[in-house]
């Protein structure tokens, strides 16, 4: 059982995991022995997501999620597959709590007078500096 929250716990048997070569340096050892592991997880098919939350995981990871709703984690930072495999829960955890934590809607604020008394000074003071550029008028005429 993978606990990501509270209110939620993936069994098993609804992840897969699979091992390939990783790159990167190893020395012979890394030609030989599949050290990467790919988590996968099929958002689709999972029985213990709600609709609602399968739409947030979809919606904020859809990157990570393919054509058919599977959701792949990689890890190949270690030289251990065991240490890479509990890299990848662990990234898998972090990444379906943030998927699943709740936008907060933005709360709209007025403008503060100050700020709008600030603007219009600056537009005034503008304003006044090229009515002083003018050439003035001599002839009395407008």
């Known amino acids: 059982m993978i606990r990501i929250n509270?209110?939620?716990t993936l069994p098993d048997d609804e992840i897969r995991f699979i091992n390939s070569r990783s790159s990167g340096p190893g020395g012979q050892h890394v030609n030989?022995?599949?050290?990467?592991?790919?988590?996968?997880?099929?958002?689709?098919?999972?029985?213990?997501l709600t609709p609602l939350q399968k739409v947030a995981i979809k919606?904020?990871?859809?990157?990570?999620?393919?054509?058919?709703?599977?959701?792949?984690?990689?890890s190949q930072k270690f030289r251990s597959q065991k240490t890479n495999k509990d890299?990848?829960?662990?990234?898998?955890?972090?990444l379906m709590q943030w998927a699943l934590t709740p936008v907060m809607p933005r709360k709209d604020t007025a403008v503060p007078k100050s700020a709008k008394r600030r603007r219009l000074d600056r537009k005034?003071?503008?304003s006044e500096r090229k009515q002083q550029r003018k050439t003035p008028n001599v002839r009395g005429e407008y």
């Open 87 to 94: 890299s990848a829960i662990e990234r898998f955890v972090e």
């Open 124 to 126: 005034r003071r503008t």
């Open 59 to 74: 919606g904020k990871l859809r990157r990570r999620i393919d054509k058919r709703g599977v959701f792949r984690v990689t």
């Open 6 to 8: 509270d209110n939620l």
């Open 32 to 48: 030989t022995t599949d050290t990467r592991v790919t988590l996968l997880f099929n958002i689709e098919k999972s029985r213990s």
